[in-house]
């Protein structure tokens, strides 16, 4: 997207100052904000209520497709928008497996972790990572081959489960 539709380095700029790190304190906030409470509560509002409430209106792939624009329209990015789209997939899939936001919450979290890490890290410590200004393409295989093989077991699990446990379920016996 970026080829097509360069992000603008002022608004980088401005993202990148609002994860960057200086203190203790600033981690604290960052991870709090950032990472836990803003995948818990954005789980709970587009996997945990609108797919939900759109699942009872249609079938689940509408619902799940439908939420992920929507996700993707919420985070204003246009930039990001396929990205944004395919883990809302991903995390609306696994809602509706697991019938829970649960482990979506989690696998969002995690993903709003790695970002914050890599944005504090800095672009020259990365460079491993970049090829010809792009992420290494045997990155984005190994990635992808760990997402199915996630996925796989996932479902494997789901499948096993009627429901993964929680504290606010228990799996019917």
Same mark, same amino acid.
């Given at each position: ?8 380095? !002022? ?13 203790? @304190? ?7 904000g ?7 509560? %954005? %789980?709970?509002?587009?996997?945990? @209520? ?5 699942e ?7 619902? *799940?497709? #439908? ?8 985070? /204003?990015?246009?930039? #990001? ?14 809602? #509706? ?7 979506? =919450?989690? /696998?969002? =979290? *995690? +993903?709003?972790?790695?970002? /914050? ?5 800095? !672009?020259?410590?990365? !460079? /491993? ?16 081959? =760990? ?13 096993? %489960?009627?429901? *993964?446990?929680?504290l606010? +379920?228990?799996? +019917?016996?």
């Amino acid at each position: 997207m970026g080829m097509l539709l360069p992000f603008p380095e !002022e608004l980088a700029a401005v993202l990148k100052q609002l994860l960057i790190a200086s203190s203790f @304190f600033d981690w604290l906030i960052i991870l709090l904000g950032a990472v836990l409470l803003a995948g818990l509560f %954005e %789980e709970m509002l587009f996997r945990g @209520f609108v797919q939900t409430s759109l699942e009872q209106y249609g079938d689940v792939t509408r619902a *799940i497709l #439908w939420t992920a624009l929507l996700f993707a329209a919420f985070h /204003v990015n246009p930039w #990001w928008l396929a990205q944004i789209v395919l883990l809302g997939v991903i995390l609306g899939v696994m809602a #509706w497996k697991s019938d829970s936001i649960i482990p979506g =919450a989690i /696998v969002h =979290a *995690i +993903n709003n972790a790695i970002s /914050v890490v890599l944005i504090n890290v800095g !672009e020259d410590k990365i !460079e /491993v990572i970049e090829w010809h200004g792009h992420i290494h393409p045997l990155l984005l295989l190994a990635a992808l081959a =760990a997402l199915v093989f996630s996925l796989r077991l996932f479902y494997q699990y789901c499948d096993e %489960e009627s429901e *993964i446990p929680t504290l606010i +379920n228990t799996p +019917n016996d």
